[in-house]
């Protein structure tokens, strides 16, 4: 069976240092990865998301990605962190076709002056 | 707007009462996908439903819960007498359903307190 995992369950970060949240995934194949930022209160926004190839993927507001299949790891990062990215983040895996998608715990990120 | 609509946003009802919890999936998806989030919880995934069809749901509980996406309207997710421990946010998400690369779009999610 897929699972996530976000060992992190908090990381606070200074404004402009750079940022990585960790996430690893369980699934035998070449699983599709996901993630997804919440704010308080709302719902989840899509990110990324690799389904193949080029291994680092771009999303949006200046995060990246990068899929190692040899650590089964697909760790979020951006360079310079803004105050605007305190939310938490999900981590998640669909194992293709008609399945569901299975989110990590989340990480909550704090960001400090 | 074309994303996924949830409503109502924020549901009060007594223990005992019913809950139902409304989606209409982003323009062109035929796939819906429903989770609870629990204060300081990830998001637990309960039901999968295609239009007229339950896909997965290996996540609902065995009572009270029940979820439907008839082929007209929205997709309903109905909790029967309800209790504290059902106090949660439930988002609704929505796909296309292409067989790869299932990516999910959410909605802004229906906030239950029971009283």
């Known amino acids: 069976a897929q699972s996530v995992t976000q060992p992190d369950i908090h990381i606070t970060v200074s404004e402009g240092a750079s940022l990585e949240l960790r996430c690893n995934y369980s699934?035998?194949?070449?699983?599709?990865l996901f993630w997804y930022v919440q704010s308080p209160g709302q719902g989840l926004q899509l990110l990324l998301k690799?389904?193949?190839?080029?291994?680092l993927v771009q999303g949006i507001k200046g995060f990246e990605a990068e899929f190692k299949r040899s650590q089964s790891s697909f760790n979020l990062r951006k360079p310079s962190v803004h105050w605007s990215d305190a939310a938490e983040y999900f981590c998640?895996?669909?194992?293709?076709?008609?399945?569901?998608?299975?989110f990590g715990t989340g990480t909550k990120l704090q960001v400090i002056p | 707007n074309a994303g996924v609509m949830q409503n109502p946003r924020h549901l009060v009802r007594r223990r005992g009462q019913e809950a139902r919890l409304r989606c209409s999936p982003m323009?062109?998806?035929?796939?819906v996908y429903w989770y609870r989030q629990l204060p300081e919880e990830g998001l637990k995934f309960m039901v999968y439903?295609?239009?007229?069809?339950?896909?997965?749901e290996s996540g609902m509980p065995k009572e009270r819960f029940s979820a439907e996406f008839p082929k007209e309207g929205p997709s309903i997710l109905r909790i029967q007498q309800v209790v504290r421990g059902d106090s949660a946010a439930y988002f609704c998400?929505?796909?296309?359903?292409?067989?790869?690369?299932?990516?999910?779009?959410f909605g802004e999610g229906s906030w239950l307190t029971v009283v």
């Open positions: 998400a929505s796909s296309s359903g292409q067989e790869n690369g299932n990516t999910i779009y």
């Open positions: 699934y035998g194949a070449t699983p599709y």
């Open positions: 690799y389904f193949s190839g080029d291994t």
């Open positions: 998640a895996v669909n194992s293709g076709g008609y399945q569901k998608v299975t």
């Open positions: 323009k062109g998806h035929s796939h």
């Open positions: 439903l295609q239009k007229e069809n339950i896909i997965d």
